[in-house]
T-cell receptor, first 114, second 113 residues
Framework: DAGVIQSPRHEVTEMGQEVTLRCKPISGHDYLFWYRQTMMRGLELLIYFNNNVPIDDSGMPEDRFSAKMPNASFSTLKIQPSEPRDSAVYFC????????????FGPGTRLTVT | EDQVTQSPEALRLQEGESSSLNCSYTVSGLRGLFWYRQDPGKGPEFLFTLYSAGEEKEKERLKATLTKKESFLHITAPKPEDSATYLCAVQALGETSGSRLTFGEGTQLTVNP
């Protein structure tokens, strides 16, 4: 199994630009999660999907953030326009609930907004 | 609101020096408590799930235990390759939060040779 796949691994962009992060969950998993990790705030849940439907987006910081899951094997997290305070590592995770409650994480995308 | 507090924030051990990491939690009803390991530049790697007080799980030099208020990750005779940040997370009962994890800040473990 390839695990959760994220792209790009690193993204450097200028303030005001649109950023799109991509995630492919583990095949067969029905939950997908987007997290953000910073030194100050640790690991924060942004949004999660069940069977491609957004369930809880209360962690999305602002309207500049949006996420979609058009099918079971692909999800995007978009930031438009980006700001320096969005700099962080963004993780995608997936799980097969309730068979396994644990979530499996991808390698992350390190975003730097200058 | 679910809360997870990990201590210490950082821990330095000599190779072979056993110790424990603590995870205190507050949750309305616990479905599961999870331990993850995170290496620099990588995503968290799943280690254990504990479901009820008194439960224990082991993997190599690691043993996780659970009480009604906290969990411990015991590291026996650690090696330098055990150096990482260890994250604790809880999952609450309830339909709307059935799959959400609340993470602690982590304990950064360094094992010196």
């Amino acid at each position: 199994d390839a695990g959760v796949i994220q792209s790009p691994r690193h993204e450097v962009t200028e303030m005001g630009q649109e950023v799109t992060l991509r995630c492919k969950p583990i095949s067969g998993h029905d939950y997908l999660f987007w997290y953000r990790q910073t030194m100050m705030r640790g690991l924060e849940l942004l949004i999660y999907f069940n069977n491609n439907v957004p369930i809880d987006d209360s962690g999305m910081p602002e309207d500049r953030f949006s996420a979609k899951m058009p099918n079971a094997s692909f999800s995007t997290l978009k930031i438009q326009p980006s700001e320096p305070r969005d700099s962080a590592v963004y993780f995608c995770a997936s799980s097969l609930w309730p068979i396994n409650y644990e979530q499996y994480f991808g390698p992350g995308t390190r975003l730097t907004v200058t | 609101e679910d809360q997870v507090t990990q201590s210490p924030e950082a821990l330095r051990l000599q190779e072979g020096e056993s110790s424990s990491l603590n995870c205190s939690y507050t949750v309305s009803g616990l479905r599961g408590l999870f331990w993850y390991r995170q290496d620099p530049g990588k995503g968290p790697e799943f280690l254990f799930t504990l479901y009820s007080a008194g439960e224990e799980k082991e993997k190599e030099r690691l043993k996780a235990t659970l009480t009604k208020k906290e969990s411990f990750l015991h590291i026996t005779a650690p090696k330098p390759e055990d150096s990482a940040t260890y994250l604790c997370a809880v999952q609450a009962l309830g339909e709307t939060s059935g799959s959400r994890l609340t993470f602690g800040e982590g304990t950064q473990l360094t094992v010196n040779p």
